[in-house]
């Protein structure tokens, strides 16, 4: 096995480990010993469960376990897909001292926490990301939830796993379209809070794609140091939380709108991010530059910045109207006076907003 990065999210009772390197699901001594009772579920997808299920099921040998492999897609992130989790879990007789553990990618990790937040008031939740976008974001900080038709995660709880096991291996087999979109969430990271970080990807923008342990590890650990940090002074996003929603507000109404069936999460971020980030220069806030310099980022890394023709901006506002970060009828979205320095902008313009929406405005 490489060598392990290991990063604390340090929550006090809910403070948890962040591991990262090859051949972790293989080694049941970093999570076997985590499961406190007699029941485990796997919780995975179609997709997934051929590939690395396999790995888990001896070191459960002597547990009541089950697996549920739900369909594949952001289209079943909802809350059937969920009430098949707490089936499962009422089949399997799973107790208070229950663990989860969710083997997937965002999609399956944001369901299965939100199964184990509600399932007698809630229970232990292992993830065990299998994507770079829930390696880099999604796994950790304890946001879990499912879509509704008319907004994306608008149904979820805070609900903090017990470990975070990001191996590698698994990612050997990701689809490069799906690795592209986790790029997406990296480069949030420089451009909402770290501008050396982004220079950095700028610099070299395709030793990531190379899926090299060495610049892998770098970036998924620096992601996820960086969301930790933030996690841990401001768990609930009562204030700092919501910078990591950079660009969030423009992706969710796009995923919303097209029927979480168009686009992947990361490319809705990636355009999000343009979206927002030429916003911030029409309303003063940020040099347009600093945009053209995101785009150019993003398009390097094969990303697209700009939305799909043909959409509604008026769909797109209304979409935008429920997001969870607006308050008391008014746009609150996050932007930037420049690389690595987002803010929350409170009582946006909805005609600016609605304004960005026209492709190439
Ligand atoms: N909770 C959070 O803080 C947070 C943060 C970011 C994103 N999200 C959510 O995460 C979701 C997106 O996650 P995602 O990008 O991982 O998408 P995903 O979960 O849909 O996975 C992407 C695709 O890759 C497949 N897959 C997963 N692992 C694989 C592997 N190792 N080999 C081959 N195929 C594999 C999946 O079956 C799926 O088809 C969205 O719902 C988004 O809202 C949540
Ligand atoms: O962890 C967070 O906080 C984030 O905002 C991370 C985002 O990348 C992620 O997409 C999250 O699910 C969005 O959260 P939401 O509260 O806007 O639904
Ligand atoms: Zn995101």
């Not at 909802?78 to 001292?97: F, P, Y």
């Not at 299965?112 to 974001?137: E, K, N, S, Y």
């Not at 608008?154 to 592209?180: K, M, N, S, W």
């Not at 797109?316 to 308050?327: E, I």
Request: glycine fraction near 8%; hydrophobic fraction near 50%.
């Amino acid at each position: 096995m490489s060598a392990v990065r290991e990063i604390e999210v340090r929550l006090g009772a809910r403070g948890y480990s962040i591991r990262i390197g090859r051949g972790l699901l293989d080694d049941a001594t970093l999570w076997r010993p985590l499961l406190r009772g007699r029941h485990a579920l796997i919780v995975t997808n179609t997709s997934v469960a051929p590939l690395y299920q396999a790995r888990l099921q001896p070191a459960l040998a002597d547990l009541h376990w089950r697996a549920l492999a739900l369909p594949d897609g952001e289209a079943h992130k909802t809350l059937a897909s969920v009430a098949r989790i707490w089936d499962a879990l009422a089949e399997l007789g799973a107790t208070r001292d229950a663990c989860i553990l969710a083997l997937g990618g965002g999609v399956v990790g944001d369901m299965a926490g939100f199964a184990a937040a509600c399932w007698m008031r809630g229970i232990d939740c292992v993830q065990m990301p299998t994507t770079l976008l829930a390696m880099v974001d999604s796994a950790v900080g304890g946001k879990t939830g499912v879509d509704h038709a008319a907004g994306k995660n608008l149904i979820g709880a805070f609900h903090q796993p017990r470990l975070v096991l990001a191996d590698l291996a698994t990612l050997d087999t990701l689809p490069p379209r799906e690795y592209r979109a986790g790029l997406a969430e990296i480069v949030k990271i420089g451009a909402l809070g770290d501008a050396a970080f982004l220079a950095q990807l700028e610099h070299d923008p395709m030793a990531l794609n190379a899926r090299e342990d060495a610049a892998l590890t770098h970036a998924i650990a620096h992601a996820c140091a960086y969301k930790a940090g933030v996690v841990m002074r401001d768990e609930t996003e009562q204030g700092e939380r919501a910078l990591l929603n950079f660009g969030h507000s423009f992706a969710h109404a796009l995923e919303t709108v097209t029927g979480y069936s168009t686009l992947l999460h990361g490319e809705a971020v990636a355009i999000g991010m343009v979206l927002a980030a030429r916003l911030s220069a029409r309303l003063g806030h940020a040099p347009m530059a600093d945009a053209q310099r995101l785009a150019a980022l993003l398009h390097a890394l094969d990303l697209p910045t700009q939305p799909p023709p043909g959409l509604d901006a008026d769909a797109l506002l209304a979409a935008m109207r429920l997001d969870k970060k607006n308050r008391a009828g008014t746009l609150r979205l996050i932007l930037w006076r420049g690389a690595g320095q987002a803010f929350i902008a409170a009582d946006v313009d909805a005609d600016h907003v609605r304004a960005s929406w026209v492709r190439n405005a």
